[in-house]
């Protein structure tokens, strides 16, 4: 005979119940759609490695974006994908007021004032050598410099109509100067700063890198991004981070990382915690279900639901359209 404290079908036997049991439905205003933006203004160019998405130019956003709000977008994380502009060391080409990033912020507000437009901040895509800072003559990073310049950029964005920055470079201090640079320009209080505080040195992160054209020409990102087995670490970059100003916390890569999730979330639980499913596990996922290991819609909606009962109450996920349709 079962014991009665054993008992437990009872809470979840009817459907309508199951639903009860989260501890979050998701929902549209949930999900961020990172987007790849190329100073190929008419361009619309398939990314060979990661199914159904595109670097999309300026003059072909609005088609792309426009079905999407229709369906209930929220919100967007912008990348700059230069291929005119010519890199340097110093990521000059970050900010500049005709590349692609800043063009696109001003056209999606303008033709859609409600949507969130965050900005990722990085110079890996702008620098010469396709490290996310300035490095010193040793090619180590300059993290001061490296600093300056990430906040510089991101006033930029910020003054070019952006809602949210976010900085992903993994320097040491740059929220607390980000921040400073958004009160110092007027614009800390219509401005959110979301950290990519527990940001680790992944293998997931090669379609993105082929999607943004932004690997390092030399050595790897192990130095300032966090290494896989660190758990304090990635628990001190968040405690830094909520010091220095962030009103988002962000953990990247999502699905190996719930654990840290989790600790994001009892550390910081006063703020948003995010977490960005990258463009590998985004690509597994896909090839998987292609390879009919599962339905591509059953596992990626499990994949949601791990993020969220983790903690998370927003997920960066290149899934976005399909589950704008699915979520109807």
Known sequence: MVEIDSLLHSGYHHPVQRPWQAERVLTKGALMYPIFITDEKDALIPISSMPNQHRIGVNRLEEVI??????????????????????????????????????????????FPALLVSCDVCLCEYTSHGHCGHLLPDNTIDNAASVRRLAEVAVNYAKAGADNVAPSDMMDGRMRAIKQGLVDAG?????????????????????????????????????????????GLG??????????????????????????????KEQAPN??????????????????????????????????????????????????????????
């Open 66 to 111: 426009a079905p999407l709000v229709a369906k209930g977008l929220q919100a967007v994380m912008l990348f700059g994908v230069p291929n005119d502009f010519v890199k340097d060391a110093f990521g000059t080409a970050a900010d500049d007021p005709e590349g692609p990033v800043i063009q696109a912020i001003k056209l999606l507000k303008t033709k």
């Open 187 to 231: 614009l800390s209080h219509r401005v959110s700063l979301m950290a990519y505080s527990a940001k680790y040195a992944s293998a997931l992160y090669g379609p993105f890198r082929d999607a943004a054209c932004s690997g390092a020409q030399f050595g790897d990102r192990s130095a300032y991004q966090l290494p896989p087995g660190s758990r």
């Open 235 to 264: 628990r001190r970059a968040i405690e830094r981070d909520v010091r220095e100003g962030a009103d988002i916390i962000m953990v990247k890569p999502a699905t190996f990382y719930l654990d840290i999730i989790r600790d994001a």
């Open 271 to 328: 703020h948003p915690i995010a977490a960005y499913q990258v463009s590998g596990e985004y690509a597994m996922i896909h090839h998987a279900a292609t390879a009919g290991v599962f339905d591509l819609k059953t596992a990626v909606l499990e994949s949601m639901t791990s993020l969220q009962r983790a903690g998370c109450s927003l997920i960066l996920t290149y899934f976005t359209p399909e589950l704008l349709e699915w979520l109807d």
